[in-house]
């Protein structure tokens, strides 16, 4: 069975700071693919970044970047120089490939304090 | 504008009183999908559809039903509601969802008293 696990439940920085959010992914699967997903206060669901399980490479968008490692099964999130405005519950979630399911982690609540 | 409607945004109701929440989407998206959101827990699957009157049941599918008669719609509907149903729900919809982003509604706010 899937599973993702976002063992920070709360995280507050101050502004500026750089900050980690962590995911777990199990599957035994070899194709799967994993994505980020932001719920700012207002509660609408934003799609951050699709990954791929043979694809590795991490990613750089602005101030956000992903570490993609099969070999941790994780795939971690870190924004750099927090504004107040990323405060949000940030989801993983992993679907496998052929299956139509998708299960989110918990999430991770990020309140970066001015 | 592409985007993917609930109505209606919050709901309160009774027990036992039947209700349908309905979820609509522009973008031509074969993959349609209901979630419920709950502290601590994350958002969780219900049901999921690949295409028109095709559908299957998700990670907590119990107490719900949906139908899928149009492509574009995809309604939830709760017979008998009852107060551990009390949640927010998510529709979503996608090309396909093992590879492609889901687009979200902006959730329904549903109390079941």
């Known amino acids: 069975a899937q599973k993702v696990t976002q063992a920070q439940t709360e995280i507050s920085v101050v502004e500026k700071e750089d900050v980690t959010l962590d995911c777990v992914y199990e599957?035994?699967?070899?194709?799967?693919?994993l994505f980020w997903y932001k719920q700012p206060p207002s509660g609408e669901l934003v799609f951050l970044i699709r990954?791929?399980?043979?694809?590795?490479q991490n990613e750089i968008s602005g101030r956000y970047s992903w570490n993609f490692q099969k070999s941790t099964s994780s795939f971690n999130f870190t924004i750099t120089a927090s504004q107040v405005v990323d405060s949000a519950v940030y989801f993983c979630?992993?679907?496998?490939?052929?299956?139509?399911?998708?299960?989110f982690g918990k999430g991770t609540k990020l309140t970066v304090n001015p | 504008e592409a985007q993917v409607t609930q109505n209606p945004r919050y709901l309160i109701t009774v027990t036992g009183k039947k209700l349908t929440v309905t979820c609509s989407q522009n973008?031509?998206?074969?993959?349609m999908s209901w979630y419920r959101q709950d502290p601590g827990l994350g958002l969780r699957q219900i049901y999921y559809?690949?295409?028109?009157?095709?559908?299957d049941k998700g990670d907590v599918p119990e107490g719900y039903k949906v139908s899928r008669k149009e492509k574009r719609n995809f309604p939830l509907i709760l017979e008998s509601p009852s107060p551990n149903q009390t949640s927010l729900y998510f529709c979503?919809?996608?090309?396909?969802?093992?590879?492609?982003?889901?687009?979200f509604g902006p959730g329904t706010r549903l109390t079941v008293l």
């Open positions: 979503a919809s996608s090309a396909g969802a093992t590879y492609n982003e889901q687009f």
């Open positions: 559809s690949m295409n028109v009157e095709v559908t």
């Open positions: 599957t035994r699967d070899t194709t799967y693919y």
């Open positions: 979630a992993l679907s496998l490939g052929g299956s139509e399911k998708l299960v």
């Open positions: 990954r791929n399980s043979f694809d590795e």
């Open positions: 973008m031509n998206h074969e993959y």
